[in-house]
Nanobody, 124 residues
C-alpha cells in the first residue's frame, strides 16, 4: 500500500492550501497528518478516526485546519486556512486500520503507512 501526498507549495501568510493524500485504492479506519520543520522533530497536526466520526487537532492548528476524506477517491484532505509562517514544514500523511484510542492518535508510531511528504512554505 502506498500513500501519495500532494498539494504543497508556496503561499503568503493568511492564505490557504489543501493537501491531498491518496492511497492505492484502499481506505483506512484512521488517518493523520504530521509535519516536520527544519531542525525540529516531526509533530502531530491532525487525525481522524473515521469509524467513530471523530477528529483531533494540535492546538497550534485548531480552528484553522480541517481534515476530511472522500472515500470514493480513497483520498484524505487537509484544508489549511489562515496559514502562518510557523506552519512551514514538510507535511506527511499517515494511516492505519488498527484500533486507536484518543490518546494514541497523535503518536506517529501507531501509524503503519506513510506518504512521502509535501513541502509547505508560508511567507510573511
Amino acid at each position: 500500500v502506498q500513500l501519495q501526498a500532494s498539494g504543497g507549495g508556496l503561499v503568503q501568510a493568511r492564505g490557504s492550501l489543501r493537501l491531498s493524500c491518496t492511497s492505492s485504492g484502499r481506505t483506512f479506519s484512521n488517518s493523520a497528518w504530521f509535519r516536520q520543520a527544519p531542525g525540529k522533530e516531526r509533530e502531530f497536526v491532525a487525525a481522524a478516526r473515521w469509524s467513530r466520526g471523530s477528529t483531533h487537532y494540535a492546538d497550534s492548528v485548531k480552528g484553522r485546519f480541517t481534515i476530511s476524506r472522500d472515500s470514493a477517491k480513497s483520498t484524505v484532505y487537509l484544508q489549511m486556512d489562515s496559514l502562518k509562517p510557523e506552519d512551514t514544514a514538510v507535511y506527511y500523511c499517515a494511516a492505519t486500520s488498527a484500533g486507536l484510542i484518543t490518546s494514541s492518535v497523535a503518536t506517529a508510531r501507531h501509524y503503519d503507512y506513510w506518504g512521502q511528504g509535501t513541502q509547505v512554505t508560508v511567507s510573511s
